[in-house]
């Protein structure tokens, strides 16, 4: 039989959910005995090659490449999780959410205290769209696992990939369960 | 004194004439979970996460009396649902972004959602736009994270009984008001009474903050209610 094939992607996140993956430790050269790993920051596969088991999405979706990313990941992943905060609820870059779009872009490139001269806000066609709201992977597609924290501790990732692997459901200890 | 018999699910418990249902199975090891509840305050009845059923019929555990013969159901999995559902609808109501959060680890409403193992919400994120009030000289008010309990409302008041939280306006516009000038004279034991005594990060003090690392916040090891159901 082949080994399950992992995929992982970083939307707007700061990609400590993948530096928490990688914090199961001496853990990782069994899970490389394990799983095959596909398009993922960690291999530098850019493209879906063929279908994957296991999607891990880090980061919510802040523009319309994150989109992208994430709706190529739900088409290609058969399980698809959200793995941290911002995955979850957005996060840290969501807390643009209640300020208006207009107002986030011109205080970043107009007025912020270190633009000199004239600035104009960045629109060209190479550059993703931002949306109007940072938002939450499963209010764009469906996620079929949730792993909480920022970051998810390695030893909840650990057992969420291991029960993912093996069929079995998730053993959620009130220790893994943390929104900080 | 005469004692009460009733029972909550199926255990026999007692109680004392006038004690609420939430006191009694408090007494009798049995932990319902409570958020604008505060140990020592009249109970307001105003969040439903105590909803437990009496006859069949939904009832606000923390604010009806224990009467005998008392039927209670409280955790079964239809109220457990419901009180999840209150927490999550509480969650995507504000804005409670846990990880930038002081009060992270110390909170009742993240401790409640931990608990009910809240994963994501089911609802959809409300985002409402509320401003952050750092003009007080002893605390912050960060309404993005008020949930209306109004535990300082009934709690917090100057030496000569003012309040010095009021609730301004009604249903989806209503926020928690402070006095400016009673505000300005909180010393800082009751600044330190009112950050405690509300349930989330909506009233923070200034100027200290982070003291206790994660791993030894109240709720870091134990879930809410585990002190009570252990005894």
Sequence with gaps: ?180 | MTEIKFTIDGKACTARPGQTIVEAAKANGVYIPVLCRYEGLKPAGSCRICTVRVGGRPVAACTQPVAEGMVVENATPELEDMRRAVVEMLFVEGNHLCPSCEKSGNCELQALAYRFRMLAPRFPFQWPLRATDGSLPKIIMEHNRCIQCLRCVRSIRTEDGKGIFAAQERAGRMRIGVDPELAARLDDETARKAMDICPVGAILRKEVGFAVPIGRRKFDRAPIGSEIESK
Excluded at chain 1, 1 to 10: D, F, H, R, Y
Excluded at chain 1, 55 to 76: A, D, H, M, P, T
Excluded at chain 1, 101 to 112: F, H, M, T, V
Excluded at chain 1, 144 to 152: I, S, T, V
Aim: aromatic share 6%.
């Design chain 1, 1 to 180: 039989m082949s080994k399950p094939v992992i995929a992982t992607a970083s939307l707007a996140g700061c990609f400590g959910c993948h530096m928490s993956f990688l914090d199961i430790d001496e853990r990782i050269l069994k899970l490389i005995e394990l799983v095959e790993f596909h398009k993922s920051p960690i291999n530098d596969i850019k493209t879906f090659q063929k279908p994957c088991d296991i999607g891990l999405i880090e980061g919510g979706c802040c523009n319309s490449e994150n989109v992208e990313v994430l709706r190529s990941f739900r088409k290609n992943c058969k399980i698809l999780v959200s793995v941290g905060e911002c995955a979850i609820m957005g996060g840290l870059p969501a807390m643009r959410n209640a300020i208006p779009i207009k107002d986030c872009l011109e205080e970043a490139y107009l007025r912020s205290p270190t633009t000199e001269g004239n600035t104009i806000i960045p629109n060209d066609e190479e550059l993703p769209i931002i949306l109007d709201k940072v938002y939450p992977c499963h209010e764009i597609v469906k996620i079929d696992a949730f792993l909480p924290g920022c970051p998810p501790s390695a030893d909840l990732i650990w057992e969420a990939l291991t029960a993912l692997i093996e069929g079995r459901p998730l053993n959620l200890t009130y220790d893994l369960i943390k929104f900080d």
